[in-house]
C-alpha cells in the first residue's frame, strides 16, 4: 500500500537503481537532489557534510563549524541498508569529519525513529 502526502507530487515508486535520492522524506516527500550515477562512498559522503555544514544556506544552516567542534554524530537508517553498509558510511562520514577538524564525542548509529516536540511561548 502505497499512501500519498497531500499537497505533493506523487513520487516514483521505482526509481532506477543507478539514481540516489539526496533528503528524501521520512514520508516519501521528494528530496533537495537526484545524483545519477550514484557516486562512490568516498565522494557522496563529503557532498552530503557539504550540504549539512554549510553556514551559506539560510533555510538549513543553523550552527557555523569553526573547526574542533564537539559533535554527536547520529547516522540514522531507518532500513534501506544492511548494517555492514551502515558501519561502512559511519566509517567514511567519521573519518571525513576528522578530516575537517570535527571532534566526535560520541557515534549513534542504527534504526531510530526520531520525534520531536516544542512548545511556543
Same mark, same amino acid.
Do not use: W
Given at each position: ?36 550515477? #550514484? ?12 550540504? /549539512?555544514? +554549510?553556514? =551559506?544556506?539560510?533555510?538549513? !544552516? ?30 567514511? #562520514? ?12 560520541? /557515534?549513534? +548509529?542504527? =534504526?531510530?525513529?526520531?520525534? !520531536? ?5
Amino acid at each position: 500500500m502505497f499512501i500519498k502526502v497531500p499537497g505533493t507530487k506523487a513520487p516514483e515508486m521505482n526509481p532506477p537503481s543507478s539514481e540516489i535520492e539526496i533528503g528524501m522524506g521520512i514520508h516519501n516527500e521528494s528530496g533537495y537532489l537526484r545524483l545519477s550515477p #550514484v557516486p562512490e562512498l568516498s565522494k557522496l559522503v563529503p557532498q552530503l557534510l557539504d550540504l /549539512i555544514m +554549510s553556514t =551559506t544556506d539560510p533555510s538549513r !544552516s543553523f550552527l557555523p563549524f569553526k573547526g574542533q567542534d564537539s559533535v554527536v554524530l547520529m547516522v540514522n537508517n531507518l532500513g534501506g541498508v544492511s548494517e555492514l553498509e551502515l558501519g561502512a558510511i559511519v566509517g567514511q #562520514v567519521t573519518s571525513d569529519l576528522e578530516a575537517r577538524g570535527v571532534v566526535i564525542t560520541c /557515534i549513534l +548509529s542504527g =534504526t531510530y525513529m526520531v520525534c !520531536s516536540t516544542f512548545t511556543l511561548s
